[in-house]
């Protein structure tokens, strides 16, 4: 494995039966980083990250966490690793300080000083018996052992599927803090704007195989930029025959605002064309994640 590569996946194959969960993936996620793991329910990604925890054996391909095969090495796999799953079952008749006693116990590691931060951050009470906590609070039991463990990678499953707004912009802060820090993170999560807002790479997958994977400003030029312009309303027809002659579709016209998409290697000839007609407030926005999320789903977002 690459000595930059925290995760490297080649080629996953995950079979239960006749069913592949995992078909032929590749993950890469380099150290320090913060690196999106997306796609909707069902597409493979709670999969692959048992795999890499050595939870599941992998059916065929070649995986590496922290430069140890998971398959062979769980144990020292799970030392160095945090891991936040999507549904949360802790022991119901414990405290969550008992909790985190027990977990902290399991890895033989602990961080006090930190522990005592993030649960004074998501403002959980301890005290209280696990059986009484709703999803949210179990979640955070779980985020606080996770974050507070002094470990070099965060596999985090869904992890704000239960947390209200405030609490999702606490643990923003502590995963962008994390990587600060050195350590590596990796988000599975089907929530966009959280991706968007958090993560330098992404990997996108759709049954269980690899769609799209790099950094998320390379990606979003990947997909159309969209461009809006004012010009003379008289210089509307001239402009749109040159645009048309890059390859842009005529765009409608709103006295005299043009909206058009653009791909990113016609950009240039396109603000080119604009600058000659002397067009004002002219914008180029790059697509957003959601909208390279959707172009492989064939989903129209609402």
Same mark, same amino acid.
């Given at each position: 494995m ?12 995950k079979?239960?039966?006749r ?5 032929g !993936?590749d993950?890469?996620?380099r150290?320090?980083?913060i690196h %999106?793991?997306?796609g909707p ?5 709670s ?7 050595g ?5 065929a391909?070649r995986?590496?966490v922290l430069? !140890?095969d998971?398959?062979?090495?769980a ?6 690793v945090?891991?936040v ?5 802790l022991?119901?008749n @414990?405290?969550g300080?008992?909790? @985190?006693d027990?977990?902290? %116990?399991?890895?033989g590691?602990r961080?006090?000083a930190?522990?005592? %931060? ?9 005290r209280? +018996? ?6 949210g609070? /179990?979640?955070k039991?779980l985020?606080v ?7 070099? #990678?965060?596999v ?11 609490? *999702?912009d $606490? ?11 050195g350590?590596?993170?990796? #988000?599975?999560?089907?929530? @966009? +704007? *959280?991706a968007?807002?958090?993560?330098h790479s ?7 195989r690899?769609?799209?994977s ?6 979003r030029?990947?997909s ?6 004012r ?6 027809? +001239? $402009? +749109?025959?040159r #645009?048309?002659?890059?390859g ?6 709103? %006295?005299?605002?043009l /909206?058009f998409s $653009?791909?990113?290697?016609?950009v240039?000839?396109v603000?080119g064309? @604009?600058a ?8 180029c926005t ?5 909208? !390279? ?8 977002p609402a």
């Open positions: 690459p000595a930059e590569h925290a995760v490297a996946v080649t080629g996953l194959v079979r239960f039966g069913f592949r969960a995992v078909d !993936l993950l890469n996620v150290v320090g980083e %999106g793991f997306l329910n069902g597409a493979g990604k999969t692959t990250l048992r795999v890499l925890l939870l599941y054996r992998a059916t391909g995986v590496r430069g !140890l998971p398959g062979t090495g144990a020292a796999v799970t030392r160095r945090s891991y799953p999507g549904e949360v079952n022991w119901p @414990l405290t300080r008992e909790v @985190l027990a977990l902290a %116990g399991l890895r590691r961080d006090p930190a522990e005592r %931060g993030l649960v004074d951050d998501f403002a959980l009470d301890v209280k +018996a696990v059986r009484t906590y709703s999803k609070n /179990r979640q039991v985020l052992a996770a974050f507070a463990a002094p470990t070099e #990678l965060l985090l499953d869904e992890p704000t599927s239960g947390l209200d707004p405030l609490m *999702e $606490v643990f923003q802060r502590h995963v962008r803090a994390a990587a600060d820090a350590r590596t993170v990796l #988000l599975s999560s089907h929530l @966009l +704007a *959280e968007e807002k958090l993560c992404v990997t996108i997958i759709k049954d269980g690899l769609v799209e790099g950094g998320l400003t390379y990606l030029h990947l159309a930029s969209e461009v809006t312009a010009v003379p309303a008289d210089l509307v027809p +001239a $402009v +749109a025959e #645009l048309a002659a890059v842009v579709a005529p765009p409608p016209s709103d %006295g005299g605002t /909206r $653009v791909r990113r290697e016609r240039p000839a603000l064309i @604009l000659t007609v002397d067009a004002a407030d002219i914008t790059p697509a957003t994640l959601e909208q !390279l999320f959707m172009r492989h789903y064939s989903v129209v």
